[in-house]
């Protein structure tokens, strides 16, 4: 089990981006030019949706923090 601060201080030394829910740490998919496309397309369509709302739209550089309870971590798996 790791703790938010060891997952914070890692991931900032990782060579590969990670999320971490409920004690674990996930390898994030990327790095790829399919992914950057597609990552691309999907934040226009989101922004282009949620345009005059009080939704934002960001990419997979921002941290988010979600207190304990309110959001679940979803695993896709290809």
């Not at 994030?28 to 739209?57: D, F, K, P, W, Y």
Request: aromatic letters at 6%; charged letters at 25%; proline letters at 1%.
């Amino acid at each position: 089990m790791v703790t938010e601060q060891d997952y914070l201080a890692l991931d900032r030394a990782a060579e590969y981006k990670s999320e971490f829910c409920g004690g674990e740490m996930y390898p994030m998919s990327g790095r790829t030019g399919r992914h950057s496309r597609l990552a691309i397309r999907l934040i226009v369509v989101l922004e282009n949706q949620l345009e005059g709302g009080n939704c934002l739209v960001y990419n997979s550089d921002m941290r988010v923090h979600v207190e304990k309870g309110i959001a679940m971590c979803i695993r896709i798996c290809q």
